[in-house]
């Protein structure tokens, strides 16, 4: 047997179970680090051996490819594979929603910075799938319109909502940053449904409605909307550049 571990007397002559439990971690510390490295050793001395012999590397490796040759058009392995890839697909999707859960907040924190570090990309890649394959995002659009005609009350106000939209505008080409009039209780959500009315349309930054997507918890309280907001946000924006005499 090896030399005596460290600070462990008496070994081997005693029996494990008469060690304390710091002599136990400090002899298995040792046990654990003299097998490593005898098998790294035994490692490194059969990747000398198989790099050194063109032979040994050359059997291998036809060994390899009549294996997968002759496995890759069996249909038991085919169907055994298939098993294999949706047993773990089902595995990793629960994790991953499990992950997910656990972790909600850190996730979406994550996801925002990733979206902020990389948006020139994610446009760039999101431009080209959408000329790759137009129809899912038209039949997208043309879902939303239909539910923002169904979500329309007759007493709506056109020319306030209309006003709305200008001001959006007008406040994107001011300070050169996209904005967009958000539902503050969205059209389609989850768990809620809200109007497409003046006073549930809300100016926000394009980023800041791209994050919010479809979500609203009922125990949320919305922020302030409407036509009387958007003409505030717009007045304060034309001070902040000048545009506007101070009164």
């Not at 051996?49 to 032979?55: A, H, I, V």
């Not at 850190?106 to 431009?127: A, P, S």
Request: hydrophobic letters at 30%; charged letters at 40%; glycine letters at 4%.
């Amino acid at each position: 047997m090896a030399e005596n571990p460290p600070a462990v007397n008496g070994w081997p002559n005693r029996p494990l179970k008469d060690f304390s439990e710091e002599e136990r971690k400090i002899y298995d510390r040792w046990r654990n680090r003299k097998s490593a490295a005898a098998t790294k050793n035994v490692r490194k001395l059969d990747r000398e051996r198989r790099g050194s012999d063109p032979d040994v590397r050359a059997r291998n490796n036809e060994r390899a490819r009549e294996r997968h040759h002759r496995l890759k058009d069996d249909p038991d392995q085919i169907r055994k594979k298939r098993e294999q890839y949706e047993r773990a697909k089902e595995y990793r999707r629960a994790k991953a929603r499990q992950h997910y859960a656990d972790n909600r907040e850190r996730q979406i924190e994550l996801t925002r910075e990733y979206r902020k570090k990389n948006r020139e990309q994610i446009l760039e890649k999101n431009r080209a799938r959408y000329m790759a394959n137009p129809e899912p995002a038209k039949a997208a659009a043309e879902k939303r319109r239909a539910a923002r005609i169904q979500r329309t009350v007759p007493w709506s106000d056109d020319e306030k909502m209309n006003e709305i939209y200008r001001a959006s505008r007008e406040i994107s080409e001011i300070t050169g940053v996209p904005h967009d009039v958000d539902h503050v209780m969205p059209m389609q959500g989850r768990g809620v449904s809200g109007l497409h009315h003046q006073d549930n349309l809300l100016i926000v930054p394009r980023s800041v409605n791209a994050s919010k997507s479809n979500k609203f918890e009922p125990g949320d309280l919305p922020p302030r909307a409407g036509i009387r907001n958007a003409r505030a946000l717009l007045k304060k924006i034309k001070k902040e550049h000048g545009l506007l005499g101070v009164e």
